[in-house]
């Protein structure tokens, strides 16, 4: 007979009994803690069968059944000092042990292995050594006096350099000094000095920071600007060299001995139509050769920089003849002619004037160099 697939409702099911009614026990709510504990081994509802008595699964038929622990054999007690014998071996396949694995297996059985800990050598504690420096082991002759007669020659020596100095600053210009700064003049000529002292002894930021203060001070004397100028050329500032030294050049027009210097600065800055002017400044001034070949060789290398080659090696061939005595101007004039030969490409050339100055001045710059790198 079909069944019919509507679902019953709550309504078509019945009053629902209450768990009293179930069991026959009147119906009690629950608190907590009313209830007694399940006693040990108090099963449930239904009976589970042992596992023991479990048919044996799919998968467990291939495989060897558990053996009880109480068949196992009791196992001998653990010990971990170094002295515990090595494991043995099991004897179900070969030994595959190289021979020196072997022995060391052996070594390690009958000693127990290495005892760490117990290095016959311990490692050397390294120290830090300070040195100190207490001086020359030498004796000293003239006793503790000695030091006192150093310092005094010293001082000796500083006033006898200033006083020098002091002469060094021509008599024109200190009466000038005197004209202008009155009582306070002999510090400044005496700084003066210092400057032109530390110029003469190559300390040139010495030397501009002693005339500096002396440009502000000092109005219409020329060699206070010629030794900040030049102090500054030596230093690589050129603008404030060129400045210094135009503003000497307008107060001595007639001399032309920084004109080289000055050509120098304008060829450093690439104003290369002041170095063509100062040059033919000294041209109709008719200086000393070593200054005019100075002028020269400044002129000769402006005009190298712009590319005019030929025209710069025209202006070093100014004479064709050795002269009587080789002066150091005629090494410099020799070396910048060959060094344009070079640059031209005319490597003969070059070389027979390097050859030339080496025969002169075998240790001049590096000629010995270039004529290696020249070449036969």
Request: proline share 7%; hydrophobic share 30%; net charge positive.
């Amino acid at each position: 007979m079909p069944r019919d697939d509507k679902p019953e409702s709550s309504s078509d099911r019945g009053p629902r009994r209450s768990s009293g009614e179930r069991t026959g026990r009147p119906a009690r709510p629950f608190v907590k803690g009313s209830r007694p504990p399940r006693p040990a081994g108090a099963g449930d509802r239904r009976e589970r069968p042992e596992r023991r008595d479990r048919p044996a699964r799919s998968f467990d038929r291939d495989r060897p059944p558990r053996r009880d622990s109480s068949d196992r054999p009791a196992r001998p007690a653990r010990s971990f000092d170094r002295d515990r014998p090595a494991r043995p071996r099991r004897d179900d396949g070969p030994d595959t042990r190289s021979t020196a694995q072997q022995k060391s297996d052996d070594v390690k059985r009958r000693t127990g292995g290495r005892k760490y800990g117990k290095d016959p050598y311990p490692p050397a504690k390294h120290t830090r050594e300070r040195w100190q420096d207490d001086g020359s082991t030498r004796k000293s002759s003239s006793g503790p006096r000695n030091s006192s007669k150093r310092a005094s020659r010293h001082e000796d020596d500083d006033d006898r350099i200033m006083t020098v100095s002091i002469k060094n600053v021509e008599a024109g210009d200190a009466n000038k000094i005197k004209e202008q700064l009155g009582a306070t003049a002999d510090r400044a000529i005496e700084r003066l000095a210092r400057a032109l002292h530390a110029f003469e002894a190559h300390r040139y930021s010495e030397a501009r920071k002693l005339s500096m203060p002396l440009l502000s001070q000092l109005s219409g004397i020329a060699i206070v600007h010629e030794v900040a100028g030049l102090s500054m050329y030596r230093l690589g500032r050129w603008q404030d060299a060129a400045d210094q030294l135009e503003i000497a050049r307008g107060l001595k027009p007639a001399e032309v001995v920084n004109h080289p210097v000055l050509a120098d600065c304008y060829r450093a800055l690439r104003r290369y139509e002041k170095v063509t002017e100062l040059w033919e400044s000294m041209k109709l001034m008719s200086p000393a050769a070593g200054l005019l070949a100075e002028g020269r060789i400044v002129a000769a290398g402006a005009l190298a920089d712009q590319g005019e080659l030929q025209s710069a090696v025209r202006m070093m061939t100014h004479g064709t003849s050795d002269p009587h005595k080789v002066q150091e101007h005629h090494l410099r004039e020799w070396y910048v002619l060959a060094d344009l030969y070079d640059r031209a490409g005319d490597v003969a050339s070059a070389r027979r004037l390097f050859v030339k100055i080496q025969s002169s001045e075998p240790k001049f710059a590096d000629v010995a160099d270039r004529l290696n790198t020249l070449g036969e």
